[in-house]
């Protein structure tokens, strides 16, 4: 039987456990894990747990792992030489929050360490849809917003790629004005893709990158009855297991 490593995840926030199959009776198994970010480059593994021969390694989280996307690395033996075997999977709190809502929370958290300028932590705010603003103190705002629908860029074996889009919208009142608050409003552009594109979602544990979408600069329609509209769309892509759960 050859080596075979499997980690499952409890989904509940209390983390998951390895099985271990195919080592040899007396091996001393040790399970490393490392953050998967999908950058190029180097892993960082840290050991989380040990055990002689086949049977399973328990994953506490936070106590043990904190709950995030991750590398699994297993050190063994076979026939009495050393052994390896990886996997790829994910520690969550799927049984409490769906992984959308916890996308559109971890990007209000996210745009409120930007300081923008001008704009105040409370008026980063996340919504079902765009709304108009009703009164002027709540102004300049960023809303967070579902667009559209998921999309499946990818399968693995037993797991999904699932692109859950959501639209970052700048809204400030610009009394058709064709010059104010240009700096201003471009540099908060540039400071909110930098702060996503091509890259997991602080978190949120299953996103595994995130894909630039539709990008309008200036809503005319919206400076034409002076607001200023700003529209920057995301697909967070996210790994999860298929199937009922």
């Known amino acids: 039987m050859p080596l075979s490593l499997i980690v499952?995840?409890?989904?509940?926030?209390?983390?998951?456990?390895?099985?271990?199959?195919?080592s040899d009776s007396g091996s001393t198994n040790r399970l490393f894990y490392a953050p998967f970010t999908g950058a190029i480059g180097l892993l960082?593994?840290?050991?989380?747990?040990?055990?002689?021969?086949?049977?399973?390694?328990?994953?506490?989280?936070?106590?043990?792992?904190?709950?995030?996307?991750?590398?699994?690395?297993l050190n063994a033996a076979v026939g009495g030489s050393p052994a390896f075997a990886s996997y790829y999977r994910a520690?969550?709190?799927?049984?409490?929050?769906?992984?959308?809502?916890?996308?559109?929370?971890?990007?209000?958290?996210?745009?409120?360490t930007l300081n923008l300028s001008g704009i105040q932590s409370v008026n980063i705010v996340r919504k079902w849809l765009r709304r108009k603003l009703e009164t002027a103190n709540q102004v300049p705002q960023i809303q967070v917003v579902p667009v559209d629908g998921e999309n499946f860029p990818g399968t693995l074996t037993g797991l999904d790629d699932v692109g859950y889009p959501v639209a970052i919208i700048a809204v400030?009142?610009?009394?058709?004005?064709?010059?104010?608050?240009?700096a201003r409003n471009l540099l908060w552009r540039q400071r909110i893709l930098r702060a996503f594109r091509f890259q997991p979602l602080s978190g949120v544990g299953e996103i595994i990158n995130c894909l630039p979408d539709r990008q309008v600069i200036v809503d005319k329609a919206a400076f034409?009855?002076?607001?200023?509209?700003?529209?920057?769309?995301?697909?967070?892509?996210s790994r999860e297991p298929r199937g009922v759960a």
């Open 91 to 112: 520690l969550t709190n799927a049984g409490a929050q769906s992984v959308m809502d916890r996308v559109l929370t971890a990007v209000v958290q996210q745009l409120q």
């Open 172 to 182: 400030d009142k610009q009394n058709q004005d064709y010059t104010a608050n240009l």
């Open 224 to 237: 034409d009855a002076n607001l200023f509209v700003s529209l920057a769309t995301f697909r967070f892509i």
């Open 44 to 73: 960082t593994w840290t050991l989380a747990g040990s055990r002689t021969g086949d049977g399973t390694i328990g994953i506490p989280s936070p106590g043990t792992v904190p709950l995030g996307y991750y590398a699994w690395q």
């Open 8 to 22: 499952s995840d409890n989904a509940d926030g209390s983390g998951g456990v390895a099985t271990i199959t195919g």
